[in-house]
């Protein structure tokens, strides 16, 4: 599996939507490629802080959430009420 690859499947993956086959070629190759583990950390975290602001609009933003993620979550936020 080639980074590129990873990236059309890391959605699937995480959503466990993956056949077996296909699971142990990504699982093999976030073994080996730590920029892929990296960025599939991240996108994980990603998630979690767009959703921890979904379930809590007015709370306080976390300290150390880089601002141009804040800046993406406020703009899809303000699309979502047009």
Known sequence: MT???FI???DEYLVEALGPDV????D?????????????????????LANLV??????AVPVGVPAELLRTILAARG????
């Open 3 to 5: 980074c590129k690859q």
């Open 8 to 10: 059309a499947f890391l």
């Open 23 to 26: 699971r142990q070629e990504f």
């Open 28 to 48: 093999a190759h976030i073994a080996h490629c730590a920029v892929c583990l990296r960025y599939l950390q991240s996108y994980r975290s990603s998630i979690e």
């Open 54 to 59: 979904a379930r809590h609009p007015d709370d």
């Open 79 to 82: 699309r979502a009420k047009t």
